[in-house]
């Protein structure tokens, strides 16, 4: 099981995100508009056509984690892997709870919850999301833990 959730972990990390966002909440104060952007950085940050230098944009402090997002972005099972946001929820003026699922192949992680974070003016996927996600496979990479 622990080798299923490093696989699901790594691919993930930079994997394309799958499926629509038609069971997403919207019993909160966020615009449509909003909420739309939050699942689409999300989706653009997960999915495996997005190139590093915009993974990095869509990602709270990007530039400090460039490293972690290269080496999943080089992993081959990142293209196997795909989420599916299922809400968005305000949390403040500039933080956003994100529910999503894991999926690859077959098998899916339980539901995850992470943030989106307002970042000079951007929705952006909060960097202890991915710290969060790749913690899961039993150590938290150095530049979480700073």
């Known amino acids: 099981m622990r080798r299923l959730a490093l696989l699901l972990v790594v691919g993930f990390a930079l994997a394309g995100c799958g499926g629509g966002h038609g069971g997403m909440s919207t019993t909160n104060s966020l615009s449509a508009t909003e909420r739309e952007t939050i699942v689409n950085n999300w989706e653009k ?18 530039s400090r984690f460039k490293g972690l997002v290269t080496s999943f972005a080089n992993n ?3 293209k196997n892997v795909s989420a599916t946001v299922s809400s968005v929820k305000l949390q403040g003026q500039d933080r956003a709870k994100v529910v999503y699922i894991v999926k690859f192949g077959g098998a899916s992680l339980p539901k995850q919850t992470g943030t989106a974070v307002l ?4 929705w952006k996927v909060g960097s202890a999301s991915l710290c969060k996600l790749v913690s899961l ?10």
């Not at 940050?45 to 990007?62: I, N, P, R, Y």
């Not at 970042?119 to 951007?122: F, I, L, N």
């Not at 496979?137 to 700073?146: D, H, I, L």
């Open 45 to 62: 940050f997960f999915s495996s056509e997005t190139a590093v230098a915009g993974k990095v944009a869509l990602l709270q402090d990007g």
């Open 76 to 78: 081959p099972l990142a």
């Open 119 to 122: 970042q000079d003016g951007t």
């Open 137 to 146: 496979q039993g150590s938290t990479p150095s530049v979480c833990k700073s």
